[in-house]
């Protein structure tokens, strides 16, 4: 094990060390701010503090909010504690490890992102290859990427306006009748006695007016996944300003773009500039154009991602041409897969609005029967199109 | 009691807390934050209050939660029927409205749910919110004032402030990502299925007299059957009960009789698809191994 951190004889002391450590995990991504610091060093009362074990323990406690902090948690407390003195940036890209290919846009920053801190850039490795700040360009190996697009040249600001009110609208139209909290109505099903009681007061105890309570319309939860493959370069430009115009008006959905591997665009496209987002999302499809996996991509999703983010009041939308290197069976079973978890699945297909389209890729046929509505979509009037199917699914 | 005491004491009740998972119960004990526990179904996140409780000998309190749970199940509720019933009676005895509204207003008509409850005690109990990322959104807002202020704001009553401050235990197991806020008011540890001494130890703990070659293979078998393609891994109570299984039926060793082991799957497999892919050949070889 590496020696621990001496600091500088300046160095004023634990609590700034405390505020140091803090600053060093939020430059790497990690959510945190005044509270933990001055929680982290409340812990390191109770607990042994001059053994490094302890402290890592104890402030793993403090620091991480979810399983992929605990992940990155060591790494990150070896760099600043333990490393002899300097503050090796180096641990910034050794985050998640690359067991599967599935990764989050929770810590990418585009090339021109504003991380707000001046955090440092990653030195180039000796491999001759430049490396990103974010993850994405770390984990491409796999990815066969055949071209590079930058998606600004592809989007404009005035589609993404357009798009925006688009998502208003079908997110509107999309509501899940079957809540289970009852709210106070002016018709309902049952009878909101807390209300019936305190206006019966008035009333010398007669109940004279009854109350009632119902289940409110709860929105539904849009999880957009989009095929940025070769054969869908010309459709990329409608349905990603449709997604960032869905980000933006939706706070609660979720969006993924996959070409030969998924990658996770949520967080990147909620950035408060929508130029500096699409930045932010060349940097993570790389690979765009390239070939497509849909099978393996979809399977990947369902067995990742979904299991966090999809349930029963989930709308699935798929925005691809069905055309797939991979075997046909596994779209099937990645969606057989995916609607066990009670969504609907929508397929939006570009192919589908030409004349005289079946849908023949073998890919298409194997989706069939588990999608919920199939619909032809290239234009963005297409997709406001689909408000009235969406009302009555 | 520093974690280290803490540590020895959960697993005299039979509970084997890994380094991490001891620490943080104890910062949560020691500087009065919730702790958050999140991992995989049957890793043992609920049994993590049950333990605490006893080792503080203290009272466990638990909140089931829910899609739809709302202040009335979870905080408090009016008694309305004896309510109504108050409010006739004292329109046939002459009250004025004024006392009857202070009358069924009192604390005589309230019904104590568990967060109100657990805020209530002499003692402070350990409190324990189950699967919290099944309650939906509205439900985290109360929650979220309830953890930081450990008060209760009655409209007709007031304010209501905890006489000592619960343990607070929440689990989760991803039903729903929770909130950045929810989050943050906690400590949090992540409870991963065990390695194989600490499964042993478990086993160990709550199967006395268990034999030790049985032990040992039963965790070896158990252990390569979570690296199988499964939709639903086998957890620790699956691992108990399959144990037990084993020794109920009196098997001394595992690959002795494949027509058992396959029917004892059962208590280990909780899916039709997960059944058809742990064949009996896979799951000779897996017992194979293990032995």
């Given at each position: 094990m590496s020696r621990v951190t001496k600091f500088a004889a300046?160095?004023?002391?634990p609590a700034a060390r405390m505020s140091g450590f803090i600053a060093h995990l939020r430059d790497n991504g990690m959510r945190l701010g005044v509270g933990e610091t001055e929680l982290g060093l409340h812990a390191l009362t109770h607990v042994?503090?001059?053994?490094p074990q302890e402290t890592r323990h104890a402030l793993r406690a403090v620091c991480c909010g979810c399983a992929e902090d605990v992940e990155r948690f060591d790494d990150l407390f070896d760099a600043f504690?333990?490393?002899?003195g300097r503050v090796a940036h180096?641990?910034?890209?050794?985050?998640?490890?690359?067991?599967?290919h599935v990764h989050s846009s929770r810590n990418a920053k585009g090339?021109?992102?504003?991380?707000?801190?001046g955090a440092p850039t990653t030195p180039d490795g000796d491999d001759g290859a430049a490396e990103a700040d974010g993850e994405g360009k770390l984990m491409a190996s796999i990815a066969q990427a055949t071209m590079k697009k930058d998606l600004r040249d592809l989007v404009q600001p005035e589609d993404i306006l357009q798009a925006q009110k688009i998502a208003e609208r079908l997110g509107a139209a999309?509501?899940?009748?079957?809540?289970r909290r009852r709210k106070q109505a002016r018709?309902?099903?049952?009878?909101h006695y807390r209300k019936v009681i305190r206006q019966s007061l008035s009333t010398g105890?007669?109940?004279?007016q009854l109350f009632k309570k119902r289940r409110p319309d709860r929105p539904m939860k849009i999880v957009t996944i989009c095929d940025v493959s070769g054969s869908m370069t010309t459709y990329a430009q409608v349905f990603l300003a449709f997604i960032a115009g869905l980000m933006r008006t939706d706070t609660t959905s979720d969006a993924y773009l996959f070409h030969t591997r998924l990658v996770r665009i949520a967080e990147a496209l909620r950035d408060k500039d929508a130029i500096r987002a699409l930045g932010r999302l060349s940097v993570l499809a790389d690979g765009f154009g390239g070939g497509s996996k849909i099978g393996a991509s979809l399977q990947q999703f369902s067995r990742t991602y979904a299991r966090r983010f999809v349930d029963g009041r989930t709308v699935v939308l798929i925005l691809s041409?069905?055309?797939?290197?991979?075997?046909?069976e596994l779209i099937g079973e990645a969606l057989a897969t995916l609607k066990k978890r009670g969504c609907k699945i929508i397929w939006l297909n570009p192919?589908?609005?030409?004349?005289?389209?079946?849908?023949?890729?073998r890919g298409m046929v194997a989706a069939m029967p588990h999608l919920d509505l199939f619909r032809p979509a290239n234009r963005l009037a297409d997709l406001a199109d689909l408000e009235r199917e969406l009302t009555r699914l | 009691m520093d974690w280290k005491t803490l540590q020895t004491a959960m697993a005299d009740q039979g509970y084997i807390a890994d380094d991490d998972l001891a620490m943080a119960v104890h910062l949560a004990l020691a500087l009065g934050r919730p702790l958050l526990l999140e991992g995989?179904?049957?890793?043992?996140k609920t049994e993590v209050a049950r333990v605490l409780s006893q080792v503080q000998d203290t009272q466990l309190i638990r909140l089931q939660c829910y899609e739809g749970l709302d202040a009335a199940q979870a905080i408090y509720e009016w008694n309305y029927q004896r309510q109504l019933l108050s409010i006739r009676a004292a329109a046939e005895d002459g009250e004025t409205g004024r006392e009857v509204e202070e009358r069924i207003f009192s604390e005589d008509f309230l019904l104590e749910r568990p967060l109100l409850k657990a805020i209530r005690q002499e003692k402070s109990p350990v409190l324990l919110i189950d699967e919290?990322?099944?309650?939906?959104e509205e439900f985290e807002a109360y929650l979220l004032e309830i953890l930081s202020e450990f008060q209760v704001t009655?409209?007709?009553?007031g304010t209501i402030n905890a006489v000592t401050r619960p343990i607070v235990i929440l689990t989760a197991n991803g039903t729903r990502d929770l909130s950045d806020a929810l989050r943050r008011r906690c400590l949090y540890a992540h409870v991963a299925y065990p390695d194989r001494a600490t499964e042993l130890a478990i086993l160990n703990a709550r199967c006395a007299g268990i034999e030790e070659t049985l032990a040992g293979q039963i965790i070896g078998f158990v252990q390569s059957l979570r690296k199988e393609d499964l939709e639903k891994k086998p957890g620790i109570a699956e691992m108990l009960d399959f144990a037990s299984a084993l020794m109920g039926l009196g098997?001394?060793?595992?690959?002795?009789?494949p027509v058992v082991l396959q029917a004892s799957l059962a208590t280990l497999l909780k899916t039709q698809s997960d059944r058809d892919n742990i064949t009996t050949e896979v799951a000779q070889r897996i017992a194979g191994k293990a032995a």
């Open positions: 300046r160095d004023p002391g042994h503090a001059p053994s504690w333990m490393n002899g180096k641990t910034i890209p050794t985050q998640t490890p690359a067991s599967d090339s021109d992102a504003d991380t707000g801190a999309l509501r899940d009748r079957r809540s018709k309902g099903d049952q009878i105890g007669e109940p004279l041409d069905g055309y797939d290197t991979d075997t046909p192919l589908k609005g030409w004349a005289g389209y079946e849908p023949v890729a | 995989a179904a049957g890793v043992g919290v990322d099944r309650a939906d009655v409209p007709e009553l098997i001394a060793d595992l690959t002795h009789d």
